[in-house]
């Protein structure tokens, strides 16, 4: 005789349902989006279907929108022109450049909403890299104090959580330090703690034309082969003051996930990126797969990783699709 029968417990939906041990809610989501200079501009990003470069004023409708949607964190990145990017990123902390604008915008037609905003070199360097370049060499102790400036610029126009997405060590730190000096000490740091030398960046890369003009950020961002390397990077970002710890990308990486869940108290972010965005789009429309049903598959298993925050550009949709 079969004593335990656990299909009792999958018997029907409503069973099913009852003994769910996970699910995604649309709080759990933070949807990036992309802004650049113009008006009434909106410009899909070929190998992001669905996704879009937005002048100003229409990546407020869009924020309108998503609001309405349930959806209420946003991660804005900047398209920069060629022209403004230089060696030091100077058009980082320029009250009139388009990104600090946008916070600032964002934050007075929508206080509820928030934002968690790009703490990087790449957007505005001519070298196309997260930190400072000298004789081809990523130097890290100079570029933190570009990265803080950076960082209390944006809390300057407004923004809640400031995201070192650099890799450079020591930054939350430093970043915490001159956030605090400046009289920002309610400003949150999601820090990018294993962000992984990962193959799967590129579409992002085609979206804000970031990439590097050299090399590859190898020595920086961490080799996928490792694990371990993230407990450590994990335990200094919290040290230095990290209010989130974050694992980019998530679907091959939900091992780490696990990893800092388990021995960490912060809430684990991951970030589904593009790559795995435009993967699921491009079969999705051959008809290879059903696209919706993978999509909720893999926020899902984040979400059984221990991920409590998910970055994803299917949050709009998932929204839409999940609407009650």
């Not at 923004?159 to 650099?166: E, K, N, R, Y």
């Not at 930054?171 to 962000?195: C, P």
């Not at 998910?310 to 929204?319: H, P, Q």
Request: hydrophobic residues 40%.
């Amino acid at each position: 005789m079969i004593t335990h029968r656990p299909r009792r417990n999958r018997k029907n939906q409503a069973i099913r349902q009852l003994v769910q041990e996970n699910q995604v809610h649309v709080s759990d989501l933070i949807f990036p989006v992309f802004v650049n200079e113009g008006k009434n501009k909106k410009t899909e990003i070929a190998s992001m279907p669905g996704i879009y470069r937005f002048s100003l004023d229409l990546l407020l409708k869009e924020i309108e929108s998503c609001l309405k949607l349930g959806i209420t964190t946003f991660a804005p990145f900047p398209n920069i022109a060629e022209k403004l990017k230089n060696k030091t990123a100077s058009e980082s902390w320029n009250k009139k450049n388009i990104y600090l604008r946008s916070i600032r915008e964002i934050k007075k037609q929508f206080p509820e909403a928030v934002l968690m905003t790009d703490v990087a070199m790449d957007p505005y360097s001519s070298d196309g890299h997260d930190g400072l370049v000298k004789n081809n060499e990523i130097i890290n102790d100079e570029t933190l104090s570009i990265l803080a400036r950076m960082a209390v610029a944006q809390a300057e126009a407004g923004t809640d959580i400031v995201g070192p997405s650099d890799m450079m060590d020591g930054r939350v730190g430093f970043i915490r330090n001159q956030l605090d000096k400046a009289g920002y000490q309610q400003v949150s740091i999601m820090a990018y703690t294993a962000k992984y030398a990962s193959a799967f960046y590129g579409p992002f890369r085609d979206a804000l034309e970031s990439a590097p003009k050299f090399g590859d950020k190898k020595t920086y961002q961490m080799n996928p082969a490792n694990s371990k390397e993230a407990l450590l990077e994990a335990e200094l970002d919290s040290l230095e003051g990290a209010d989130f710890l974050m694992v980019k990308p998530a679907l091959s990486y939900l091992d780490i996930i696990q990893q800092l869940n388990e021995n960490f108290s912060l809430p684990i972010a991951a970030y589904n990126v593009s790559g795995e965005y435009a993967m699921v789009k491009a079969a999705a429309q051959k008809n290879w797969i059903d696209g919706q049903k993978i999509r909720d598959e893999m926020l899902l298993s984040m979400k059984r990783a221990g991920a409590k925050i998910i970055l994803t550009y299917f949050a709009k949709e998932w929204a839409l699709d999940h609407k009650k």
